[in-house]
């Protein structure tokens, strides 16, 4: 009796996967934008006026004088 080898042909099947890979863009992330703080204006102070009649151009004989007027 002759033997038959029996050859097994073991097939290989080949799986070829394809992975698709999707790309996500970056969204960019908008810079908030700085609010510039409004300085405060500092209030002037208002000087009194000190009756210094030469300073103000004014002489004193004239002050006088209308002082006198208002007397009489």
Known sequence: MIRRRRRRRRR??????????????????KKKKKKKKKKKKKKKKKKKKKMNN???????????????????
């Open 54 to 72: 030469h300073k103000n151009g004014v002489s004193v004989f004239s002050s006088v004088s209308s002082l006198i007027s208002s007397l009489d």
């Open 12 to 29: 290989r099947r080949r799986r070829r996967r394809r992975r698709r890979r999707r790309r996500r863009r970056k969204k960019k992330k």
